[in-house]
C-alpha cells in the first residue's frame, strides 16, 4: 500500500487558507460521505476487506486532488457511530486499515502541508489506535495547506446530545447563564469547533441521505450525489461536484431569486 505523495507545494510559497467562498468561488470546506466499498467488492466477487483497502486507496487520491483544487477544508466519514453494529471481522478489517494509513500516511501528509485530526469516539478503537491518532494529529498540527478532518466512530445526533450535556452541567455549575445559551454558544461545543461549516457535502454510492453525518454543520450546505461508488472516485468526480456547486446560487434562506 505505498502511498503517491501529495504535490510537494512550491519552495517559498505562502500556505495561507483560502478567502472566504464568492459567487463563483469553489467551496472552503467539503464533506464527503464515502458508501460504496462493500458493494464495490460485491460486484467484482471479492471479499470485503478488498473493497475496504480500495476505499483507502481512494481516499489518497482525493486528499490529493482536493490539496490541488485549494480547498481548505475536507472532512471524511470513514467509521459511523452505526458502523459497530457490523461484523467482528468487517469492524477488525477495517481498524486494522485505520492503523495501517496512520502509520503509512503521516509522514505524507506532514511533509506536504496537511493537517490531520479526528472526531468521533476514539476512544472505543483502543488505546493503539488512539495512541497512533494522537501522534498523526501532533505531527501535523502546524500544517495549514489542506485541514482534513476524519469522522471515526462519530454520529451527529451524539454530537449534538454531548454538547447539550455540556452546556447543561455549565449552566448547573454557575458558570453560564440560560440565558446566554444560543446557537454560538451550543455550536462551540461540537466536535467541529474553530472549523467553518460545510458549503458543500458529496455522498456517493447513489445514496441521497445524510447518515447522522454533521447534521447541525450541514444547516446550508449543498448537497452533491454521485452515482458512483467510492472506490472508484476519481480527481474527475470532485471536479463535477465542485462545478456543480459553482452553478448553484446560494441564497442562506434570504428568499427566491
Partial sequence: MSAAP???PQAGAAMAMPAPAGPDSGPVHVGLIMDGNRRWAKGRGLPRALGHKAGVE??????QAAADAGIGWLTLFAFSSENWQRSA??????????????????????RNGVRLRVIGERARFGADTMAAIEEAEAATAHNTRLN???????????EIAAAARAVAAEIAAGRLAPEAVDEAAL??????????????IIRTSGEQR?????????????????DV????????????ALAEFRRRQRRFGSGAG
Fill in 6 to 8: 501529495l504535490n510537494q
Fill in 58 to 63: 481512494a481516499v489518497r487520491r482525493t486528499v
Fill in 89 to 110: 471481522d468487517e469492524v477488525r478489517d477495517l481498524t486494522g486499515l485505520l492503523r495501517l494509513y496512520l502509520r503509512l500516511e503521516v509522514a505524507t501528509l506532514a
Fill in 148 to 158: 482534513l478532518t476524519v469522522a471515526l466512530s462519530y454520529g451527529a445526533r451524539a
Fill in 187 to 200: 455550536a462551540a461545543r461540537l466536535s467541529t469547533a474553530g472549523m467553518p461549516d460545510p458549503d458543500l
Fill in 210 to 226: 445524510l447518515s447522522n453525518f454533521l447534521l447541525w454543520q450541514a444547516a446550508y450546505a449543498e448537497f452533491v450525489f454521485l
Fill in 229 to 240: 461508488l467510492w472506490p472508484d472516485f476519481e480527481a474527475a468526480h470532485l471536479d463535477q
